[in-house]
């Protein structure tokens, strides 16, 4: 008899449908519920169209409990093996409050960088769910550190791999033009406005660069309002969400280097497709993200919020092709020795197994 896992996740997110096709592909049988609504091909989605949590008050975010007694129902009747709830607040707590056991809680971000500290009743929820977790995972070192503010259990350390099969390099035509690119949500935590106002710095002293911009969020509108306040609009193009990993890859292989300003971030699996795709990246100094690049090998570290080392870090790239090209070749290798998919959700299948033979 195959395996069950059922995922308590956002079924529409592109990490969950990663997680799923992977381990569908391993022979385990895959349900998700999923608060909201989502299809995934090949996979059971029971969907609880609770729209917008993520812009939702924190009271009116938690209407979702009340969910609860018709989830039990699927649990019932699906009987997993293992439950496993992928983001800390919002699915951890549903599966604390389902009490099914054993259940897995992977911390993504926000979730324990953020929510625990916006109030005292947040922070006692994050400290519920951990306490309520058979296993808790981390897909960094730094979340790891971040969480250990709320729990003295062991963490276990799960990276987002990539699937470097379709994020490798595949440069079929070179730019006229170098691109300065980055894909991520269009989010203030990401400080896309600090990349946008050094290109504008650049662009007075180089006339061929271009920026270009990925991925969509609730800053999209102020953004491209700031490229035409700088008078930089023709020189920007925004291209929008990508739908699947190709478009993401493809467009890294458009781009001359790519960059991540984050103000706030996890882990930073686009600075490891990037690199996968052997571009040269530029990170700022924050949660996981130094740990994903090798500094002066295969991308460029600075501070957040400064705009003046992060020019200095595209200008030296832009001025030095020979390095661009050997960070990007370092950067293929870096991701296949330590972030290729296989080898990172490998070490999970063997804990999921170990977990399933413990609790029969």
């Known amino acids: 008899m195959r395996k069950k896992i059922c995922y308590l996740a956002n079924a529409a997110n592109y990490h969950t449908k990663k997680w799923c ?14 608060l909201n609504p989502g ?46 709830a992928h983001y800390a607040s919002s699915y951890g707590l549903l599966a604390a409050i389902l009490n099914y056991h054993p259940y897995i809680l992977s911390a993504w971000g926000s979730d324990v960088y953020l ?21 808790i995972w981390s897909t960094s070192k730094d979340m790891a550190r971040e969480i250990k503010l709320y729990t003295n259990k062991d963490i276990h350390i799960t990276p987002f791999g990539v699937d470097t099969s379709i994020f490798k390099p595949n440069r079929k035509i070179k730019n006229k033009r170098l691109i300065i690119g980055t894909v991520k949500a269009l989010s203030k935590i990401y400080g896309i406005n600090y990349l946008i106002r050094a290109f504008a710095i650049l662009k007075e002293k180089y006339k061929d660069i271009e920026l270009h911009i990925a991925g969509k969020g609730e800053q999209e509108r102020e953004l491209k309002q700031l490229c035409v306040d700088l008078g930089i ?22 781009f001359d280097i790519a960059v991540f300003p984050s103000l706030s971030e996890s882990f930073g699996v686009a600075a490891i497709e990037a690199q996968a795709c052997g571009v040269p990246v530029i990170v700022t100094k924050v949660g996981g993200l130094p ?41 293929r290798k870096f991701v296949l020795d330590n972030y290729d998919i296989e080898n990172n959700f490998g070490s999970v299948d063997e804990l999921y197994k170990n977990i399933i033979f413990k609790y029969k």
């Open 39 to 84: 299809e995934i091909e090949g996979i059971k989605v029971y969907s609880f169209d609770e729209k917008n949590l993520r812009t939702r008050s924190t009271i009116s975010k938690i209407s979702y409990l009340f969910k609860t007694k018709e989830i039990k129902k699927v649990l019932k009747k699906e009987k997993p093996d293992i439950v496993h």
């Open 291 to 331: 740990e994903v690049v090798e500094e002066n090998k295969t991308g460029l570290i600075i501070e957040k919020g400064n705009i003046e080392e992060l020019v200095m870090a595209i200008e030296y790239l832009i001025l030095n092709e020979e390095k661009r090209i050997e960070m990007g070749k370092s950067g």
């Open 21 to 34: 096709n992977y381990f569908a592909k391993k022979g385990y049988e895959i349900i998700v519920i999923s």
């Open 115 to 135: 929510f625990p500290k916006k109030n005292i009743i947040q922070k006692y929820i994050i400290k519920y769910n951990f306490k309520k977790a058979d296993y």
């Open 233 to 254: 609009n023709n020189d920007v193009k925004f291209l929008g969400f990508l739908e699947s990993p190709y478009l993401v890859a493809q467009t890294f292989n458009t």
